[in-house]
T-cell receptor, first 120, second 114 residues
Framework: EAGVTQFPSHSVIEKGQTVTLRCDPISGHDNLYWYRRVMGKEIKFLLHFVKESKQDESGMPNNRFLAERTGGTYSTLKVQPAELEDSGVYFC??????????????????FGPGTRLTVL | AQRVTQPEKLLSVFKGAPVELKCNYSYSGSPELFWYVQYSRQRLQLLLRHISRESIKGFTADLNKGETSFHLKKPFAQEEDSAMYYCALRFEKNYGGATNKLIFGTGTLLAVQP
């Protein structure tokens, strides 16, 4: 089974430019998550898709970030315009539909390799 | 507010020595905690979760609700254990369904010296 894939692996852009990151989840996984790790800080949740719908986008830092998941398959995360503080590693993860916490099984999130974004 | 704290950025031990990676959390609900590991040039992967009470690669972690801790332990460290370890808390939101949203700590780099 192919794992979660992300493209590109690295991106170096100048402040003010636009960058689009892509994530292909594991086939059959309805749930897709974006996380970000800024240097020296924790891995932070950005948003969660269930199929094509945004279930939770509470972690999106501001309106320069736009995530989409057309057709409920792959997802894109666009940063426009990029700022210096956007530099970091962007992780995507996918999972099957989670079950209720009480008495249910946790459905593991499988992470992609990440995209390292550097904004100069 | 929900938070996961890993106080050590780096933990260096010698092969065969015991290891304890510290993790403390704050959460108002019933916590579900995990340890994730990222080996060099590999992706982040689940190591273990408290609900399953399992031992993976010799690692164990016990949830202590009184101390709000979930420390990761191994009695005898191996060189291949060298990696970045993240403690994570599952956040459940009350919108009619479960969620897998994870809150991570800042991670601890474990370096096992030969």
């Amino acid at each position: 089974e192919a794992g979660v894939t992300q493209f590109p692996s690295h991106s170096v852009i100048e402040k003010g430019q636009t960058v689009t990151l892509r994530c292909d989840p594991i086939s059959g996984h309805d749930n897709l998550y974006w996380y970000r790790r800024v240097m020296g800080k924790e891995i932070k949740f950005l948003l969660h898709f269930v199929k094509e719908s945004k279930q939770d986008e509470s972690g999106m830092p501001n309106n320069r970030f736009l995530a989409e998941r057309t057709g409920g398959t792959y997802s894109t995360l666009k940063v426009q315009p990029a700022e210096l503080e956007d530099s970091g590693v962007y992780f995507c993860a996918s999972s099957r539909t989670p079950k209720r916490l009480a008495g249910g099984d946790y459905n593991e999130q499988f992470f992609g390799p990440g995209t390292r974004l550097t904004v100069l | 507010a929900q938070r996961v704290t890993q106080p050590e950025k780096l933990l260096s031990v010698f092969k065969g020595a015991p290891v304890e990676l510290k993790c403390n959390y704050s959460y108002s609900g019933s916590p579900e905690l995990f340890w994730y590991v990222q080996y060099s040039r590999q992706r982040l992967q689940l190591l273990l979760r408290h609900i399953s009470r399992e031992s993976i690669k010799g690692f164990t972690a016990d949830l202590n609700k009184g101390e709000t801790s979930f420390h990761l332990k191994k009695p005898f460290a191996q060189e291949e254990d060298s990696a970045m370890y993240y403690c994570a808390l599952r956040f459940e939101k009350n919108y009619g369904g479960a969620t897998n949203k994870l809150i991570f700590g800042t991670g601890t780099l474990l370096a096992v010296q030969p």
